[in-house]
């Protein structure tokens, strides 16, 4: 199994521009969740899914929209990058119930100029 | 307001001692984690908790959901485990959205 998966690994957007995040997990797990984390501060949620064709915000959502079309997908995708978007962004996965241990992607360091 | 403090934010040790990270949390959790950031960002779950005392190889998580706090001990350091480490707390039961503490950065010295 390859895990959690994500796409680019680095990407610099100059303000304005637009682009999507990919997120791709192969462990059928019907949860899954955005991160974004800030020097210095604690991950913070940007939206998450609680399964296919269902998804709500997180605490910090504005600028950002997601689908989840599929269990295995669920995109990221930035409208009108800004400098505050700057930052490494944290795909996850879970499995609902008891078993609720995330696992990670790689992140995708993203630099807004 | 739901919060997770992490104590300290820094933490250096000499390979072979005894490492505590400390989680401290406002309000009552179903469940919480502790995870590893590896110095290349990658980030991996080490455990999950809602009660008493977890142990894998060298490293043991405890929570006393009374005083509610929860600590991490690393037992006989070595160089590999300098990571950052992270609580995160679940609030309530009708939610999995987690609430992430700002980390402890250790660094293990041979």
């Given at each position: 199994?390859?895990?959690v998966?994500?796409t680019?690994k680095?990407?610099?957007?100059?303000?304005?521009?637009?682009?999507?995040?990919?997120?791709a997990?192969?462990?059928?797990?019907?949860?899954?969740?955005w991160?974004?984390?800030?020097?210095?501060?604690?991950?913070?949620?940007?939206?998450?899914?609680?399964?296919?064709?269902?998804?709500?915000?997180?605490?910090?959502?504005?600028?950002?929209?997601?689908?989840?079309?599929t269990?295995?997908?669920?995109?990221?995708?930035?409208?009108?990058?800004?400098?505050?978007?700057?930052?490494?962004?944290?795909?996850?996965s879970?499995?609902?119930?008891?078993?609720?241990?995330?696992?990670?992607?790689?992140?995708?360091?993203?630099?807004?100029? | 307001?739901?919060?997770?403090?992490q104590?300290?934010?820094n933490?250096?040790?000499?390979e072979?001692?005894?490492?505590?990270?400390?989680c401290?949390?406002?309000?009552?959790?179903?469940?919480?984690?502790?995870l590893?950031?590896h110095?290349?960002?990658?980030i991996?779950?080490?455990?999950m908790?809602?009660s008493?005392?977890?142990?894998?190889?060298?490293?043991?998580a405890?929570?006393?959901?009374?005083?509610?706090?929860?600590?991490?001990?690393?037992t006989?350091?070595?160089?590999?485990?300098?990571?950052v480490?992270?609580?995160?707390?679940?609030?309530?039961m009708?939610?999995?959205?987690?609430?992430f503490?700002?980390?402890?950065?250790?660094?293990?010295?041979?």
């Amino acid at each position: 199994n390859a895990g959690v998966t994500q796409t680019p690994k680095f990407r610099i957007l100059k303000i304005g521009q637009s682009m999507t995040l990919q997120c791709a997990q192969d462990m059928n797990h019907n949860y899954m969740y955005w991160y974004r984390q800030d020097p210095g501060m604690g991950l913070k949620l940007i939206y998450y899914s609680v399964g296919a064709g269902i998804t709500d915000k997180g605490e910090v959502p504005n600028g950002y929209n997601v689908s989840r079309s599929t269990t295995e997908d669920f995109p990221l995708r930035l409208e009108l990058a800004a400098p505050s978007q700057t930052s490494v962004y944290f795909c996850a996965s879970s499995y609902a119930g008891d078993y609720n241990e995330q696992f990670f992607g790689p992140g995708t360091r993203l630099t807004v100029l | 307001k739901n919060e997770v403090e992490q104590s300290p934010q820094n933490l250096t040790a000499q390979e072979g001692e005894f490492i505590t990270i400390n989680c401290s949390y406002s309000v009552g959790i179903s469940a919480l984690h502790w995870l590893q950031q590896h110095p290349g960002g990658g980030i991996v779950s080490l455990f999950m908790l809602s009660s008493g005392k977890k142990k894998h190889g060298r490293l043991i998580a405890t929570i006393n959901i009374q005083e509610k706090h929860s600590s991490l001990h690393i037992t006989a350091s070595h160089p590999r485990d300098s990571a950052v480490y992270i609580c995160a707390v679940r609030f309530g039961m009708d939610t999995d959205k987690l609430i992430f503490g700002t980390g402890t950065r250790l660094q293990v010295f041979p």
